[in-house]
């Protein structure tokens, strides 16, 4: 099993004096996972450290079974995109691509055939013959992912890439996330827009100055944050009614009608107890309830619950 | 936890050697540089002075051209001997000084500026490839100007004087490859390195001809004040020239440096102490390199 994840062990990395995370224990199964936090809390050292570009200080990484100071064997697996852009002067996207396959030991064909399949999954293969530096922010941004899965890795690991993408490309991207992590792929994914991170991750991992605060999917990491009322939206045709049976129980912290009057915004401490409660509420008084949806159990509440405020991050 | 179906498909094909890896990066570099009128010129240019010496040594083998020049006695006025190659190879190495002066600073900054070499590390590629990708650009280029040619005139004059000449004059080819070796080592050294901390291209070569003269100068002036000949190891080219005359001559010279690395008299320092200078400076250089050639840049 530990060869499908990859794992962290008490890891720390200090810069000179400066943290850059500590202590940091994680199993990262397949699928997307998201790394949340705001700048300066770990997020690209945590990244730095899987792809074998810095050494841990102390503590144990194995990525797939594999140490990341073992290059021949992690380089195939790994497929990196980094957050600056990085392209080596003077080369077209089709060389930009070809020569960094032949670095992985590729031969020619397969380093061409590789080139135009890769291309084409970010739709650059128009643009192929074209200098990289002459590309836009976006042709750039889907450059730097082609050469991240050219090579077909195991395990994509992207910084920021959604980073000036306008939202016809950041939709774009978010598919090909969704279809490599859809392939078995481990996808690490570290981005300031937490919506999107919502929206396509398996799990999430939320760090602050160097710690990790929470990891899991996103749904379990709320419900372990027991110091904030949970919010749940019940949309129903007897709100007031509603409101008034449940400002009697203790659990229930604030209720508020929706502006249109066809539901109840709910904080309570106790969403189970909550549950219960409307099942009877409906049953004794008929009234006709269309949706109950937690309303922040999303990453976005959760890191202002658990970060909040340190700015950083919309 | 989801279950996935794993339909991506790594590579399971062969691979070529990983010592033969670092070849890929001189691939673009020698296209970019082409790119350059100027240096394509200048690097044409640069063999102007072999084919002269090429000539020279048809014409003084060759007794009708010798007779039709009114040039009987040319070969007693330029003797094709260890002073003849180290000429060249000081001539040359000029040549290859400029050369690396004008290549070199435009090689691993731009790396560093872009943030390319986590591009390079993050795969199964080392940063003493990556050093090694880039020296081959410079060393490729600059032995080709330096002791290639000087290897193939002693072939000619071989050819052309006999064998015994060349059986009797070793030192000539072994001192034409160890000194420009050694010679285009230490500018591409120097020129990486230099590379990596200056990022401003006209900066970082005006720093490697500082290297050469400015330094000494400055060694010059040392020995002018403390009435020393030490300052001769801040000299570059002086330390050069007498390891080359060692290469050249062995330890009884007839001579005292080429053209370009002539040696002022009273100023000759051990050969050992400058084999040893010139080992600090390249290990200087890799130690300047290996500070700056990293995965991943550290802000403190």
């Known amino acids: 099993m530990s060869n499908r994840l990859i794992t962290f062990g008490e890891v720390s990395r200090f810069y000179g004096e400066v943290l850059g995370i500590n202590r940091v224990n994680l199993a990262i199964p397949p699928g997307i996972t998201s790394l949340v936090g705001p700048n300066g809390s770990g997020k690209t050292t945590l990244m730095n450290l899987m792809t074998g570009l810095i050494r841990p200080t102390r503590g144990d990484i194995r990525v797939l079974g594999v140490r990341p100071d073992e290059p021949e064997k992690l380089g195939p697996l790994i497929g990196y995109c980094a957050q600056f852009d990085n392209f080596p002067k003077g080369l077209t996207g089709y060389q930009f691509l070809y020569s960094f396959l032949r670095i992985r030991g590729m031969n020619d064909a397969e380093c061409e055939e590789r080139t135009r399949t890769a291309l084409a ?19 750039r941004q889907r450059i730097k992912l082609a050469q991240a899965i050219a090579h077909d890795p195991q395990i994509v690991v992207l910084d920021e890439p959604l980073n000036g993408l306008d939202p016809m490309a950041r939709a774009e991207t978010i598919e090909l996330f969704q279809e490599w992590g859809g392939k078995g792929r481990h996808v690490i994914v570290s981005s300031h827009i937490l919506h999107e991170v919502d929206r396509i991750s398996d799990q999430v991992i939320l760090l602050s100055h160097g710690y990790v605060v929470a990891e899991g999917q996103i749904q379990g990491v709320r419900s372990e944050v027991k110091d904030q009322p949970m919010q749940i939206l019940i949309r129903c045709d007897q709100p007031n009614a509603l409101a008034a049976r449940l400002f009697l129980q203790d659990h229930v912290v604030e209720a508020k009608i929706h502006p249109d009057g066809k539901g109840i915004l709910l904080r309570t401490t106790d969403a189970d107890q909550f549950y219960l ?25 959760v890191y202002q619950y658990l970060i909040g405020g340190e700015g950083g991050t919309t | 936890m989801a279950v996935y179906k794993k339909t991506y498909r ?4 062969p691979l070529t050697a990983s010592w033969s890896r670092f070849l890929v990066i001189r691939r673009y570099a020698f296209e970019d540089l082409r790119r350059s009128r100027f240096l394509t010129i200048f690097y044409l240019a640069s063999f102007i002075y072999p084919l ?7 014409v003084e083998h060759n007794a009708s051209a010798l007779k039709l020049l009114n040039l009987e006695q040319a070969s007693r006025l330029i003797g094709v001997d260890a002073g003849f190659y180290m000429t060249l190879l000081g001539w040359q190495s000029m040549m290859a000084l400029f050369l690396a002066a004008f290549i070199g600073p435009g090689l691993v900054s731009p790396d560093l500026t872009n943030n390319a070499l986590s591009l390079y590390l993050s795969r199964p590629f080392s940063r003493t490839e990556y050093v090694v990708g880039k020296l081959a650009v410079l060393l490729t280029l600059l032995s080709l100007m330096t002791w290639v040619p000087g290897l193939l005139l002693y072939a000619l004059q071989s050819y052309l004087e006999g064998w015994d000449w060349a059986a009797a004059h ?8 160890l000194g420009a070796g050694i010679w285009i080592l230490l500018i591409a050294l120097l020129a990486l390195a230099l590379s990596a901390w200056v990022k401003w291209k006209p900066a970082a070569g005006a720093l490697l001809f500082g290297i050469f003269f400015v330094a000494s100068g400055f060694g010059g002036a040392i020995n002018a004040v403390q009435d020393t000949k030490w300052g001769y190891l801040l000299n570059v080219s002086n330390l050069v020239g007498t390891v080359w005359v060692q290469l050249f001559e ?44 990293r995965g991943a840049e550290v802000v403190r």
């Open chain 2, 10 to 13: 790594p590579y399971e094909g």
């Open chain 2, 52 to 58: 002269i010496c090429a000539l020279i040594i048809w």
């Open chain 2, 250 to 293: 062995g330890d009884d010279p007839t001579n005292n440096g080429a053209v370009f690395f002539r040696q002022a008299p009273g100023s000759v320092i051990p050969v050992w102490l400058c084999w040893a200078a010139l080992l600090v400076l390249c290990l200087a250089c890799l130690y300047m390199l290996s500070r700056k050639i």
């Open chain 1, 121 to 139: 999954t970010v739709n650059l293969a128009e643009a192929a013959q074209r200098p990289v530096a002459a590309y836009s922010k976006g042709m």
């Open chain 1, 277 to 301: 409660m409307l099942n009877r509420i409906v049953l004794e008084t008929g009234m006709e309830v269309e949706s109950v949806a937690p309303a922040d159990d999303d990453v976005n509440s």
């Open chain 2, 170 to 177: 070793t030192r000539i080819a072994s001192g034409t490859f």
